[in-house]
C-alpha cells in the first residue's frame, strides 16, 4: 500500500527540499488515502476534513498520524547506540532514488486523471498540491492503482533482500512503533486542540478563513519574512542536528529521506487504527529492509560528512526574535507560519493566558526544553505573542526569558560543543541542568518596541520591525478574496480601505465581511463614515512628537475641498492622536525639550515667548487637574499642543530627543535636597535650627566654604604656627565639628571650578564630607574658591576627628570655649615636653602631663558645675573612670595613627610627627570606649601599672 | 562655630537690631498672655532668633535643651493609611517642625500631629495648667488645604497651645490664619543697624575693624544679617589686617546668574535660549529656590538695560513668576520670562539701532 504514495514532479522535489519538514505532510497526507474508502473510525481521527482551500490541515494532520512514532524511536535509539550508528539509521531509512521514476510516472498518470485548479471540480476527496510558484492544483484521491503498484514495490524489494539488521530487531521496533502509535492516539483529544482551525463554514472570519498558510502566501514584507525564516533555518543546526541544505545532492537526499520516513511510519500508525495488523507489519518489515540496504552504500559517506558540518555550527547569535509592528500586519501571523514552515510545532503563550512570572517559567521551561513526548517529535517553537502586555504583565516573561539566555551564554563558555547538546536535547533537559538555557527558537511579539517591560530584551534580542506592506499588495490580497467570496468591489475603493486603515490587512478584512453581510458594496466614500471601524489605536510618544513638529504634505488637505481645509484637517487628525495617547505631561516635557532645537524663522522671537507662554498654560492646568483632581479639565491639554503645531510646526523632518533634562534635573535635585537634609539632621540643633536649606544655599555656601578653605593657613608644622594661627585653626576646627563637616577621602577627581589642581596631582584627594562644595559647582563657571594642600586637610581631617573624640567624652554642656582654652594650653605643654624628653622617654612625659592636664580638667569641671550645667559630676566621673584605663587604648591608637600617617609622603613627615604628639599631650584622658569590651573596665588596676 | 552663630543674642535683653520688638514681646510674655504669633520677614533679617529668644523667655533655659527626633507617622486618611515622615525638634515646652516638607500631605500633618500635640497638655511644676508651644516654620509653603485645617486647630485648642508661626511673606497665608495671629513683621536691618552688629562682633573677637569696611559689607549684603556676618568673617579669614579696599568674595550663584544675564544681553535667539536653559537647569539642580533665580536675574537684568525698558521687564517678571507659583514646572516659567525679555529687547534694539 506504500507505493500508492505519490512521488511529486521534479520541480516540486525542489520546493519540498526547500522546506524539508513540510514535504513529510505532504507525503503524510498522500499515505492516508486508503486502497478501500475510509473507514469510520478514521473520521473520528480527523475530524475536520480537508478544506480545499487552505492548507493547514496538511501540517494539522501530519502531527498525530505519522512523525509521532518514528522519532522518539529514533531518538531513544540514537541514545543507545553511539550517536554516528543512530544516525546512520536515521539516513539507512530513506527509500532508494530510482524509486522517484518509477514513482513519478505514475504520479503523472494520477495527475492526468484528475487535476483541477479548483476542489469544487472534484468529486470525491481531494488534495491540494502546491507547485513551487505557489501554484495550487487539487488531485483527486483514487483508490484505484495502488495495490497494483504497492505489489510490485513489493516485489522489487523482495528480491534485493540484503538486511543490515536482524528480523527480531525491526519486528522489535515495529511493535515500538504500534506501541507509540496506542499512546499516541490516547491523546488525540488534546492535539487536535493545536490543530489549526480549517473547517470552512460560513460564519467564519474571513480573516481565518484567509489566513496565509505557506509562506509565499505571506503579506508582510519581504525582507522582514526571509530575515525571520533565516533566523529560524539558523536553529536547524542545533535543533535537528542538520545543516542547511542546498545543493542538489541534499535535495535527493531530503526527498529519499521523506519518502522512506513516510513508508516506515505509515504502516504500523496506520495498522493499529485498523484491524488487519499481522499483513501490514510484514509489509513494512520487507519494505524497510528493501530500502535500508538500497541505501547503505550509496549515503553513508554523504551522511557522515554533513554530521561533521553539523557539528561545528550551533543556535544563532541572538537567541530570541523580537517581532514589533502595529497591530493587524501579520507578525502573529508570520510567526506562526514560519516556524511551521521550518518544522516547529508552534507554542503560543498570549495575554490571555497567566503570565505571572512563576507560571510562565515553568512554561516556558517545558516547551523550550522538552520534547513532547506522545504527539510528534517536531521540537517546540515558543511564541509569545503580546509580549508588551497591559501593566507589565509581560515582565515575567522577559525575566525568565532574559535569566535562560543568560544562563546559556555562561554554559555556552563551558561547552565546546553546543550541537552535541542540542542534538540530545531531550537527554540534557531530562538530566535536570543546573542552569535552564535555551536549546529552542523564541519569538516574542510586540506593538510596542519601546515599552519598559521590554528594555532589557531588547538588547539580547534579534529586532524586526514590521512596516507597512505596500498598498498594492495588500490591494491585490483583497481583491482576490472578494473574488473568492463574491464580493463586487472596485481596485480604488479598496486602495483608499487600505489606506484609510493604514494597511492593516484584519481591520481591512473585517470591514469587507461586514459589508458582504450586509450585502453592500464597497464606497470610496463611506469609508470615512462610520462604516469602517477606526482604530483606537495609540501611537509612540516620538511619532506624536514628531506630527506636533512636523508640517503635514499637502496632499491630504488638497484632497477635501473645503477651504479651510489645512487647518480643520491638522486638528481633527492630531487632536485624537494626542487625547488617544493621553500622557499630557510627558508630551509638554518633550516638546519643551525640543522646542528651541527646530527651525522656525522668528526675528523677534515672538513665536518663542508665544510657545514658552502655552507651554506655561498647559503647565498651569496641569498642576491645576493634579491639585483639584478634575481630570475632566484635562480635555484642554491637547488643544495647547495642537496650537503649537500651528505656531511652530515645519515641513523638514525634526530631530527628536527624549525629554532627559528635566528628569535629570528632578533626580539631582532630590539628590541633593537628601544630602542637605540629612547633613542638616547631624548639625547640632542650635545650629540647625537656624538654618533652612533654602537660606544655605542661598546664604550661606559661598561664606562657608571660603571660610572653611582659609589661605592664611600655612601647611606647616603646628609648633610653627604662631599664636594667632593657632587660634584661627582652632576656631576653624571648631566651626567645621559644629557644622559636622569633615573630609573624606574621595576617589574620583575632584570637581572642576572648586578644587584646585594641587590637590588632583596626587592619587588621593581630601573633599568635603557632606559634599558642600557640590552646591556651588555650576557647568561652565569656574569659582574663585581657594582649595586647601592634601597636607593641611589631612591635619584638618585628624583634629577635627580628635575634637570629636573628646567633645563625646566631655559632658555636653562644657563650653566650647573652655575647651579652647584647655587645647591652647596643651599646645604650649606639649612644645614643652617635646622640648624636655626625647623619643625614649615620651612615656615619663607623658605622665606628667597626664596629671596635669587633670588637674585641668578637673578645674573646668569645676567652672561648668559653677555655672549650673548637669552634666559636670558626669564628666568627673568620666575622669576617674578614664584615669583607671588610659594606657591600653591609648597604645593602640598611637600605633594605628603612626601606621596610617608613616605611608604618606615624605614632606610630611613633620606633620606626622606633630599630629601625634600634639594628641599624646594635649589629651592627658583619651580613651576609646569600645561596645563589648567591658573587661577593661571592670579590670581593677592600679595607677602605677600605667606608669612604667 | 561660625560667628554667625556665635553671636546670635539669646535673650531678649541684649539686641542690636530688633529691639524695640523684643521689648514689647517680653512685655507680651511676662504678662503670661502670649496670643499666637505670626513672624514675617525677609531671610536672615533674626526671625528665627527672636522666637527661640521668646522661648527661652517663656520656659526659662530649660527651652534650649532640645533633641532631634525624626518619626514617621501613620496617619488614617479615610481608606488608606500614609506613612509621613517628618523631622521634629522638641523640648519639654515646645516643639518646632516644618510641616512644608511633607509636600502635598502637608494637610495630614496639621490635622492630625499637631492636633494630637495640641491635645496633650502639660501640667507645670506648680499644679497650674501650662502650655505647650508649636513653632511652625516655613507656613508659607503649606498649602491652601493646610492653611484652612490649620485655623480651626488654632481655635480650638488655643487654651492648651500657642502657635508661633514663622514666613517670609505673610502674602502666602491665608487671611483667616493671619487673622488669628498677632503679626509682627520683622524688617530686614537696616545697613546702619547691620554695621552696628559688625562692629559688636569685631570688638569682641578684638580685630581691628578700619573705618567703612563695615559699611561696606552692609552695603553688600543685600539687608541680610547672616549675609553680612558670613562675609564679615569670609574676610576675616582671607586677610586679616582688613584694607579698605578689600575684596569681598561673592556668592557663587550670584555670579552665576550675572554669567547668565550677560549671556542673554548678547544674544537673542532660541539657540540662546536653548543655552540659557541648561544654565537655569545647573541653578535649580542646586537647590536654589526658582523665585529666587528670577528675582536675582531681573536684577541682574536691569542693571544693564535702559531706563525706558524697566517698567515692562519688572512687568512681565512679575507676571511670570505669578505663573511660576500656580504652575509646577518652574523651568517653564523661567525660561519663558527669559524669551519675553529676549523679544522685548530685541525689539527695543531693532528700533532703536535700525
Redesign the interface.
Same mark, same amino acid.
Given at each position: 500500500m506504500d507505493a500508492n504514495m505519490y512521488i511529486p514532479l521534479p520541480e516540486e522535489l525542489e520546493w519540498l527540499e526547500a522546506n524539508s519538514h513540510l514535504h513529510q505532510d505532504l507525503e503524510d497526507y498522500e499515505d492516508q488515502e486508503p486502497p478501500e474508502p475510509y473507514p469510520e473510525e478514521e473520521e473520528e481521527q480527523l475530524p475536520e476534513p480537508p478544506s480545499p482551500l487552505s492548507q493547514p490541515q496538511v501540517n494539522g494532520q501530519k502531527r498525530p498520524l505519522s512523525d509521532g512514532p518514528d522519532a522518539p524511536d529514533s531518538g531513544k535509539r540514537s541514545k543507545a547506540d553511539l550517536p554516528e550508528t543512530g544516525a546512520e539509521e536515521d539516513w539507512l531509512r530513506y527509500s532508494p532514488p530510482q524509486d522517484t521514476d518509477g514513482d513519478l510516472e505514475s504520479m503523472v498518470v494520477d495527475e492526468e486523471r484528475i487535476v483541477s485548479r479548483y476542489a469544487s471540480e472534484i468529486d470525491g476527496d481531494c488534495i491540494p498540491v502546491t507547485g513551487p510558484g505557489g501554484d495550487r492544483v487539487y488531485l483527486k484521491i483514487s483508490a484505484t492503482g495502488s495495490d497494483g503498484r504497492l505489489k510490485k514495490l513489493d516485489l522489487e524489494g523482495r528480491t534485493k533482500g540484503l538486511i543490515l539488521e536482524p528480523i527480531s530487531v525491526l519486528m522489535q521496533r515495529v511493535e515500538q512503533d504500534a506501541f507509540t502509535k496506542a499512546l499516541q492516539a490516547s491523546s488525540e483529544l488534546q492535539n487536535d486542540a493545536i490543530l489549526p482551525e480549517t473547517q470552512v463554514v460560513n460564519e467564519q472570519l474571513w480573516v481565518d478563513k484567509y489566513a496565509p498558510n505557506s509562506f509565499t502566501e505571506l503579506l508582510s514584507d519581504e525582507q522582514t519574512n526571509r530575515e525571520v525564516l533565516l533566523w529560524l533555518k539558523q536553529w536547524d543546526s542545533c535543533v535537528f542536528g542538520s545543516e542547511i541544505r542546498s545543493t542538489t545532492e541534499e535535495v535527493l537526499s531530503a526527498l529519499r529521506r521523506h519518502s522512506s520516513i513516510a513508508q516506515h511510519q505509515k504502516p504500523s500508525g496506520m495498522s493499529f487504527l485498523r484491524k488487519n495488523k499481522g499483513q501490514r507489519f510484514s509489509d513494512g518489515n520487507s519494505r524497510y529492509s528493501n530500502n535500508l540496504d538500497q541505501e547503505n552504500g550509496n549515503l553513508k559517506g554523504l551522511q557522515e560528512l554533513w554530521n561533521k558540518k553539523s557539528r561545528g555550527t550551533g543556535p544563532p547569535e541572538q537567541k530570541i526574535l523580537l517581532l514589533c509592528g502595529p497591530p493587524g500586519l501579520g507578525k502573529t501571523t508570520l510567526a506562526h507560519v514560519a516556524a511551521k514552515h521550518c518544522g516547529y510545532r508552534v507554542v503560543e503563550i498570549n495575554a490571555s493566558d497567566d503570565r505571572s512570572s512563576s507560571t510562565i517559567e515553568a512554561k516556558i521551561l517545558d516547551v523550550v526544553q522538552m520534547n513532547s513526548v506522545m504527539a510528534d517529535s517536531k521540537p517546540n517553537c515558543l511564541v509569545i505573542d503580546e509580549i508588551d502586555g497591559a501593566l507589565g504583565d509581560g515582565k515575567g516573561a522577559v525575566e525568565v526569558i532574559l535569566k535562560m539566555v543568560s544562563a546559556e551564554r555562561k554554559a555556552d563558555n563551558r561547552k565546546g560543543n553546543v550541537a552535541k547538546v542540542d542534538e540530545s536535547g531531550q537527554i540534557s533537559s531530562k538530566k535536570g541542568h543546573k542552569t535552564a538555557s535555551l536549546s529552542r527558537p523564541v519569538i516574542c511579539i510586540c506593538n510596542d518596541l519601546y515599552a519598559p517591560a521590554l528594555r532589557p530584551l531588547r538588547q539580547v534580542a534579534k529586532v524586526h520591525i514590521f512596516v507597512q506592506p505596500t498598498v498594492s499588495r495588500v490591494v491585490s490580497r483583497l481583491k482576490y478574496i472578494c473574488n473568492m467570496e463574491g464580493l463586487k468591489t472596485n481596485s480604488t475603493a479598496l486602495t483608499a480601505l487600505a489606506e484609510y486603515t493604514e494597511c492593516d490587512i484584519r481591520s481591512c478584512l473585517n470591514t469587507l465581511q461586514f459589508l458582504n453581510m450586509k450585502n453592500q458594496t464597497l464606497n470610496v466614500f463611506e469609508i470615512s463614515s462610520q462604516v469602517v471601524g477606526q482604530k483606537d489605536m495609540s501611537r509612540s510618544i516620538f511619532d506624536i512628537w514628531k506630527e506636533i513638529f512636523q508640517k503635514r504634505k499637502m496632499k491630504r488637505a488638497k484632497r477635501s475641498d473645503n477651504c479651510c481645509s489645512g487647518m480643520s484637517n491638522g486638528f481633527d487628525f492630531l487632536h485624537p492622536l494626542i487625547s488617544n495617547r493621553g500622557d499630557y505631561d510627558l508630551i509638554l516635557d518633550g516638546i519643551h525639550e525640543n522646542i528651541l532645537q527646530l527651525h522656525y524663522h522668528d526675528p523677534i522671537m515672538q513665536k518663542t515667548v508665544k510657545c514658552l507662554n502655552t507651554i506655561g498654560i498647559s503647565d498651569l492646568v496641569h498642576q491645576y487637574v493634579m491639585r483639584t483632581q478634575q481630570m475632566s479639565l484635562n480635555v484642554y491639554q491637547p488643544l495647547t499642543a495642537i496650537s503649537l503645531h500651528r505656531l511652530i510646526a515645519q515641513v523638514q523632518k525634526p530631530i527628536i530627543e527624549w525629554p532627559k533634562s528635566f528628569m535629570r534635573y528632578r533626580t539631582t535635585f532630590m539628590e541633593k535636597m537628601d544630602i542637605l537634609r540629612s547633613w542638616h539632621n547631624k548639625i547640632a540643633p542650635y545650629i540647625s535650627r537656624h538654618l533652612s536649606t533654602k537660606s544655605f544655599v542661598e546664604d550661606s555656601v559661598s561664606p562657608l566654604l571660603h571660610i572653611l578653605s582659609p589661605p592664611t593657613l600655612r601647611p606647616v608644622a603646628l609648633h610653627l604656627l604662631s599664636e594667632r594661627e593657632r587660634n584661627d585653626l582652632a576656631q576653624l576646627i571648631n566651626a567645621m565639628v559644629s557644622y559636622s563637616i569633615t573630609y573624606k577621602n574621595t576617589k574620583s577627581d575632584p570637581l572642576p571650578g572648586t578644587q584646585l589642581h594641587e590637590a588632583a596631582s596626587d592619587g588621593l584627594s581630601l573633599s568635603f564630607d557632606p559634599p558642600i562644595a557640590d552646591f556651588v559647582t555650576f557647568k561652565g563657571f569656574s569659582l574663585g574658591h581657594y582649595a586647601l594642600g592634601v597636607a593641611v586637610k589631612q591635619l584638618l581631617m585628624h583634629e577635627i576627628e580628635k575634637k570629636k573624640i573628646l567633645q563625646g567624652s566631655m559632658s555636653k554642656t562644657m563650653h566650647s570655649t573652655d575647651g579652647k582654652r584647655r587645647e591652647n594650653w596643651a599646645m604650649t605643654m606639649e612644645e614643652k615636653s617635646r622640648a624636655q624628653s626625647g623619643n625614649v622617654s615620651h612615656a615619663a612625659g607623658c605622665a606628667e602631663n597626664n596629671i596635669e592636664a587633670a588637674k585641668s580638667k578637673a578645674s573646668a569641671s569645676m567652672v561648668s558645675l559653677a555655672s549650673g550645667s548637669s552634666g559636670s559630676a558626669e564628666a568627673s566621673v568620666k575622669l576617674k573612670s578614664s584615669r583607671d584605663m588610659k594606657k591600653p587604648p591609648r597604645g593602640s591608637t598611637f600605633f594605628d595613627r603612626f601606621k596610617k600617617l608613616s605611608s604618606k609622603g615624605s614632606q610630611t613627615t613633620n606633620l606626622i610627627q606633630e599630629p601625634v604628639t600634639l594628641e599624646r599631650d594635649s589629651r592627658p584622658l583619651l580613651f576609646k570606649f569600645n561596645e563589648g569590651f567591658t573587661n577593661a573596665v571592670k579590670r581593677p588596676v592600679q595607677i602605677r601599672e600605667f606608669l612604667l | +562655630?561660625?560667628w554667625?552663630?556665635k553671636y546670635?543674642p539669646k535673650t531678649l535683653d541684649n539686641l542690636i537690631v530688633h529691639n524695640d520688638v523684643a521689648q514689647n514681646l517680653k512685655k507680651l510674655v511676662t504678662e503670661q498672655d502670649c496670643p499666637h504669633l505670626l513672624f514675617y520677614g525677609p531671610?536672615?533679617s533674626g526671625k528665627? !532668633?527672636l522666637i +527661640?529668644a521668646i522661648l527661652r523667655q517663656m520656659f526659662g533655659p530649660s527651652a534650649?535643651k532640645?533633641?532631634?527626633e525624626?518619626k514617621t507617622w501613620k496617619i488614617d486618611a479615610g481608606t488608606r493609611t500614609i506613612d509621613l515622615e517628618l !523631622?521634629t525638634?522638641s523640648s519639654t515646652h515646645h516643639m518646632?517642625l516644618?510641616p512644608g516638607d511633607a509636600g502635598f500631605q502637608d494637610r495630614y500633618i496639621v490635622q492630625e500631629i499637631i492636633k494630637e500635640m495640641a491635645k496633650n497638655r502639660p501640667i507645670d511644676t506648680k499644679g497650674k495648667k501650662g502650655f505647650r508651644v508649636l513653632v511652625l516654620?516655613?507656613v508659607d509653603r503649606l498649602s491652601r488645604e493646610a492653611q484652612h485645617s490649620l485655623r480651626r486647630t488654632m481655635e480650638k485648642y488655643s487654651a492648651s497651645c500657642r502657635l508661633i508661626l514663622c514666613c517670609n511673606s505673610s502674602s502666602k497665608v491665608t487671611e483667616a490664619v493671619r487673622s488669628r495671629c498677632l503679626n509682627i513683621r520683622i524688617n530686614a536691618p537696616t545697613e546702619e543697624q547691620i554695621t552696628k552688629v559688625l562692629e559688636f562682633i569685631a570688638k569682641k573677637e578684638g580685630l581691628q575693624l578700619p573705618s567703612g569696611f563695615a559699611t561696606r559689607i552692609a552695603e553688600k549684603s543685600n539687608r541680610?544679617l547672616?549675609?553680612a556676618i558670613?562675609?564679615f568673617? !569670609?574676610c576675616r579669614?582671607?586677610?586679616?589686617p582688613f584694607t579698605n579696599n578689600q575684596a569681598m568674595?561673592? +556668592?557663587?550663584?550670584e555670579?552665576?546668574v550675572s554669567?547668565i544675564a550677560s549671556d542673554i544681553m548678547k544674544e537673542?535667539?532660541? #539657540?540662546r535660549? @536653548?543655552q540659557v536653559?541648561? #544654565?537655569l537647569?545647573?541653578?535649580?539642580?542646586?537647590? /536654589?529656590?526658582p523665585e /529666587?533665580i528670577l528675582k536675582r536675574l531681573l536684577l541682574e537684568l536691569l542693571k544693564k538695560l535702559d531706563a525706558e525698558l524697566k517698567h515692562e521687564v519688572c512687568h512681565w517678571a512679575a507676571y511670570?513668576e505669578h505663573?511660576m507659583r500656580?504652575?509646577?514646572?518652574a523651568? @517653564?516659567?523661567i525660561?519663558?520670562f527669559v524669551? #519675553?525679555f +529676549?523679544?522685548i529687547y530685541?525689539?527695543f534694539l531693532?528700533a532703536t539701532f535700525g
Open positions: - | +562655630m561660625l554667625v552663630d546670635r531671610p536672615g528665627k !532668633t +527661640m534650649d532640645v533633641k532631634v525624626n !523631622t525638634l518646632e516644618n516654620n516655613e541680610s547672616r549675609r558670613l562675609s568673617e !569670609t579669614v582671607q586677610q586679616y568674595p561673592p +556668592m557663587d550663584w555670579e552665576y554669567e537673542q535667539s532660541p #539657540k535660549l @536653548f536653559r541648561g #544654565k537647569y545647573e541653578l535649580l539642580i542646586n537647590c /536654589i529656590p /529666587i511670570y505663573r500656580l504652575g509646577q514646572k523651568i @517653564f516659567h525660561e519663558a524669551a #519675553k +529676549m523679544s530685541k525689539a531693532i
